[in-house]
């Protein structure tokens, strides 16, 4: 038989499976599958002042004890990125806090600046100082010790912003789009000046250094993500 006899009796099959015929019969449109939530981009703020990535019914909550002058946060933070974040955290299984531990005064304008950018910009704007931190991690520095003494009679928060002009850090800023009104109000009040220094008292009464993890209230994850996704996997992410 040739193939092409096949065409009339497999056309009729066809129409009637699909309910064209034989009563009229509708046929039931597939439903379209809904794309996965990205939990990465749900970012909110904590009554501490921590900022909490990701999805609320996570089963693994990892708390990132960080400093932004820590060369082995910035480390940990270039490793962990593409699996952490844009891979466990965005199909929601770690939910990341994210409490500052801070340890001199240009870690401390560096984390005004990234909370001012809010929960929608905190994640992007602390992706870009880690990446950028040795070059104004090292110009802050011996700005801070060449000027530090002359800042004596300003305010801390005066004091702040300059090492924020001198590191280079408002530079990042602005070139990320983050304008100078903004940047004068992240050092206009000391409402997350003072909350920062509460966190960072917190959080130095409980670690030793940077980073540190807390895996579902235990604390572990070494300080580097090879050491750290194991535990995480073994706590339930996937």
Same mark, same amino acid.
């Given at each position: 038989?040739?193939?092409?006899?096949?065409?009339?009796?497999?056309?009729?099959?066809?129409?009637?499976?699909g309910g064209a015929i034989a009563g009229g019969v509708?046929?039931?449109?597939?439903?379209?599958?809904?794309?996965?939530?990205?939990?990465?981009?749900?970012?909110?703020?904590?009554?501490?002042?921590?900022?909490?990535?990701?999805?609320?019914?996570?089963?693994?909550?990892?708390?990132?004890?960080?400093?932004?002058?820590?060369?082995?946060?910035a480390q940990f933070m270039a490793e962990a990125k593409?699996?952490l974040k844009d891979g466990y955290v965005r199909r929601?299984?770690?939910?990341?806090?994210?409490?500052?531990?801070?340890?001199?005064?240009?870690?401390?304008?560096?984390?005004?600046?990234?909370?001012?950018? +809010?929960? #929608?910009?905190?994640?992007?704007?602390? *992706?870009?100082? %880690? $990446?950028?931190?040795? =070059?104004?991690? &090292?110009?802050? /520095?011996?700005?801070?010790?060449?000027?530090?003494?002359?800042?004596?009679?300003?305010?801390?928060?005066?004091?702040?912003?300059?090492?924020?002009?001198?590191?280079?850090?408002?530079?990042?800023?602005? +070139?990320? #789009?983050?304008?100078?009104?903004?940047? *004068?109000?992240? %050092? $206009?009040?000391?409402? =997350?000046?003072? &909350?920062?220094? /509460?966190?960072?008292?917190?959080?130095?009464?409980?670690?030793?250094?940077?980073?540190?993890?807390?895996?579902?209230?235990?604390?572990?994850?070494?300080?580097?993500?090879?050491?750290?996704?194991?535990?995480?996997?073994?706590?339930?992410?996937?």
């Open positions: 038989m040739r193939p092409f006899a096949l065409i009339a009796p497999l056309t009729a099959l066809a129409l009637i499976a509708t046929a039931q449109q597939p439903k379209k599958a809904t794309a996965p939530r990205d939990w990465a981009a749900y970012v909110v703020q904590a009554p501490s002042g921590a900022f909490i990535i990701g999805n609320p019914g996570a089963p693994v909550r990892l708390v990132e004890y960080l400093s932004y002058t820590c060369g082995s946060c593409v699996p929601g299984a770690v939910r990341i806090e994210v409490r500052h531990a801070v340890r001199d005064p240009i870690d401390m304008a560096a984390a005004l600046l990234a909370r001012c950018a +809010g929960p #929608g910009g905190f994640v992007s704007a602390t *992706d870009a100082i %880690f $990446a950028e931190q040795r =070059d104004w991690a &090292r110009r802050g /520095a011996a700005w801070w010790s060449a000027n530090a003494a002359a800042l004596q009679s300003e305010t801390r928060l005066m004091q702040l912003k300059a090492a924020a002009e001198g590191s280079g850090l408002s530079t990042l800023m602005r +070139g990320r #789009g983050m304008s100078d009104a903004t940047i *004068d109000r992240c %050092f $206009a009040t000391p409402t =997350d000046l003072n &909350r920062l220094t /509460a966190m960072a008292d917190a959080s130095w009464k409980v670690i030793k250094g940077t980073p540190t993890f807390v895996i579902n209230g235990k604390t572990g994850g070494g300080g580097h993500w090879e050491t750290l996704e194991p535990q995480l996997r073994a706590a339930g992410a996937r």
